[in-house]
């Protein structure tokens, strides 16, 4: 492992990043950009044709100059697999870890990912792994390094740094935001110490265990989960008190230790906050512990999109309207275009069960994705047609619009909609509209 740490300091060695989505494709910029040999390896042919033709998903337009410069520079290769080569080699795994079901444990493509950079290794290599994984994943794996006759932390280096990325904040990114670190021995740490001091200044706080650090990951997702739960069902009490639970957030904020703001909304999703904190529960298991917050939580932002269907159905038929509604915004958060396992998705099933005609409204929709989006979504199939602009004969025949996101691409026209009483009735998820005595459109909100 010295003189891998000596090649790491002189750059004369190489990166390999295996999945090249919404943390491996910035991360593998990043390092190119500050003049390593790095190669993209996505086991998906389509997005590296894709990316090889210079074609960016939305959220990643911001480093396309970056990136076409360190193409050209030839600093960062496009593969869909590794290459053997003399010099020292770092493995980065940022693949997906879906939650586990009976066909796909959540570490599958984590392991075939090492397995396949295994193929081309030698001693001396080193493999640091940024998904988020279930506990004991980073010593299974180095298990599996060790079966190919290395010895873990002699001459073949392993870490565990997951990535924290929150998408489209603007004040902590990849370059800002500190990471925990396991490494298998010091020399490694120091090679780990020298990559991401070009990925985020070097701010690592190294933890000795393995365990520690996958249970760091899980347990800032479960917090998460835990507080948006926990503000959800304070928004269903408020909605039974007739006090606004912006208010009363509003208020609490003001206490300047031991509280910190959560928004009401109808449900975390995305690839981490759901999922994450189930490592936490199957850990548990293992010990005959109930994870009981976990739980709660998981269930709680399961039943939430069922809670606004039934006060959207029951103000519906209260209004005497026909079952139309157009859920407008169908990715996990605003202003990303990623969909899984999202709310929105949630929502129009639970409509569409419930014999409503459903639409969506969401600029991010690509229609040639649907299929993907529904397996992402854990769905078979669901009928509904989205628009990507909302114009006016768009919304004839419409009931409600149920806002589940508010895009800075779409919140004018919705304001617009709301303000010239386009529609009979809006219900805003997010609490985020304020009453207009002008308008004649009914406005109801979560926790209102
Ligand atoms: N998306 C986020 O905001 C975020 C934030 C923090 C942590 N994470 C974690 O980071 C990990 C990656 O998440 P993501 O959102 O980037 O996933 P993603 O689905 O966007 O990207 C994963 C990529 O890996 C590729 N892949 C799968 N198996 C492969 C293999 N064997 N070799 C090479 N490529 C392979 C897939 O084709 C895909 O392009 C997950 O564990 C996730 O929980 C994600």
């Given at each position: 492992m010295k003189n891998t740490l000596d090649a790491v300091k002189s750059k004369s060695f190489s990166i390999e990043v295996f999945g090249l989505g919404y943390v491996g494709f910035p991360l593998s910029v990043r390092l190119a950009s500050n003049g390593f040999k790095v190669r993209g390896i996505d086991i998906n042919k389509q997005r590296i044709e894709r990316l090889k033709n210079n074609e960016l998903m939305d959220s990643e337009l911001h480093l396309k100059n970056e990136f076409i410069h360190c193409r050209e520079n030839k600093n960062l290769e496009l593969e869909t697999s590794p290459i053997k080569s003399e010099e020292p080699k770092i493995g980065i795994i940022s693949v997906h870890t879906p939650i586990p079901d009976e066909n796909i444990p959540s570490n599958k493509f984590v392991k075939e990912a090492i397995e396949n950079f295994l193929e081309t290794s030698k001693a001396g290599d080193m493999i640091i792994l940024e998904s988020s994984v279930e506990g004991g994943t980073t010593e299974e794996m180095e298990k599996i390094v060790e079966t190919k006759g290395y010895k873990i932390?002699?001459?073949?280096?392993?870490?565990?740094?997951?990535?924290?990325?929150?998408?489209?904040?603007?004040?902590?990114?990849?370059?800002?935001?500190?990471?925990?670190?396991?490494?298998?021995?010091?020399?490694?740490?120091?090679?780990?110490?020298?990559?991401?001091?070009?990925?985020?200044?070097?701010?690592?706080?190294?933890?000795?265990?393995?365990?520690?650090?996958?249970?760091?990951?899980?347990?800032?997702?479960?917090?998460?989960?835990?507080?948006?739960?926990?503000?959800?069902?304070?928004?269903?009490?408020?909605?039974?008190?007739?006090?606004?639970?912006?208010?009363?957030?509003?208020?609490?904020?003001?206490?300047?230790?031991?509280?910190?703001?959560?928004?009401?909304?109808?449900?975390?999703?995305?690839?981490?906050?759901?999922?994450?904190?189930?490592?936490?529960?199957?850990?548990?298991?293992?010990?005959?512990?109930?994870?009981?917050?976990?739980?709660?939580?998981?269930?709680?932002?399961?039943?939430?999109?069922?809670?606004?269907?039934?006060?959207?159905?029951?103000?519906?038929?209260?209004?005497?309207?026909?079952?139309?509604?157009?859920?407008?915004?169908l990715t996990y958060k605003p202003d990303v275009e990623d969909m899984r396992d999202s709310p929105g998705f949630k929502l129009l099933n639970e409509f569409k069960k419930r014999n409503f005609k459903v639409s969506s409204y969401d600029p991010y929709f690509k229609k040639e994705l649907l299929s993907k989006y529904l397996k992402e979504n854990y769905l078979k199939s669901l009928d509904f047609e989205n628009k990507n602009e909302l114009a006016d004969e768009d919304l004839k025949n419409i009931s409600c619009l149920c806002i589940v996101q508010h895009h800075t691409k779409s919140k004018f026209r919705l304001m617009e909609i709301y303000e010239k009483s386009m529609v009979p009735f809006i219900y805003d998820c997010q609490s985020q509209f304020d009453e207009k005595p002008d308008s004649k459109t009914i406005l109801d909100s979560l926790g209102s």
């Open positions: 932390g002699q001459d073949f280096g392993f870490s565990f740094c997951p990535e924290r990325i929150d998408p489209q904040n603007k004040k902590w990114h990849l370059e800002n935001i500190p990471r925990i670190i396991y490494c298998s021995d010091d020399t490694s740490y120091k090679i780990a110490e020298i990559i991401y001091k070009n990925v985020n200044k070097g701010h690592l706080l190294r933890v000795d265990s393995p365990r520690t650090a996958e249970v760091v990951k899980s347990f800032e997702n479960a917090f998460r989960l835990v507080n948006i739960s926990l503000v959800n069902e304070l928004a269903i009490l408020c909605d039974k008190l007739g006090i606004s639970v912006k208010d009363v957030i509003k208020a609490a904020a003001t206490k300047p230790f031991g509280f910190m703001p959560f928004y009401p909304g109808a449900g975390a999703g995305g690839h981490c906050i759901p999922k994450d904190p189930r490592f936490l529960l199957d850990a548990a298991k293992k010990y005959d512990l109930k994870f009981s917050t976990i739980e709660n939580a998981l269930q709680i932002n399961f039943e939430i999109p069922k809670y606004i269907c039934d006060s959207i159905q029951r103000s519906i038929e209260k209004l005497g309207l026909e079952k139309s509604v157009l859920v407008c915004g």
